[in-house]
């Protein structure tokens, strides 16, 4: 059993800048592809970034090349750092672990930290 826990989350100008980060316990983490997924109020929860075991990088056009994932093994943490946010930015951030890079019932969730994107 693996358990995330997100932080870092909150309140942030347009064009600003934010890290959060994701821990988790429990689980072999090094064997674990990780991602960022998130969800606004009255979308799909959608793809931010991925991470697989070896540190290859996935990132849909909408993020890229403003959004940065990491991670730290020996630390069983992700990081997203993420530059030049837009209001469209806001809403709640997942992390997942999971062993396949598509959603599947046998993966793991945390429990989601609000990033809010205003003036």
């Known amino acids: 059993q693996v358990q995330l826990v997100e932080s870092g989350g909150g309140l942030v100008q347009p064009g600003g800048s934010l890290r959060i980060s994701c821990t988790a316990s429990?689980?072999?983490?090094?064997?674990?592809?990780m991602g960022w997924y998130r969800q606004a109020p009255g979308k799909k929860r959608e793809l931010v970034a991925r991470?697989?075991?070896?540190?290859?990088?996935t990132y849909p056009d909408y993020v890229k090349g403003r959004f940065t994932i990491s991670r730290d093994n020996a630390k069983k943490t992700i990081y997203l750092q993420m530059n030049n946010l837009k209001s469209e930015d806001t809403a709640v951030y997942y992390c997942?672990?999971?062993?396949?890079?598509?959603?599947?019932?046998?993966?793991?969730w945390g429990q989601g930290t609000q990033v809010t994107v205003s003036s």
């Open positions: 991470i697989t075991s070896g540190g290859s990088t």
């Open positions: 429990g689980g072999i983490f090094s064997l674990y592809i």
């Open positions: 997942k672990a999971g062993r396949s890079a598509m959603i599947t019932s046998a993966d793991y």
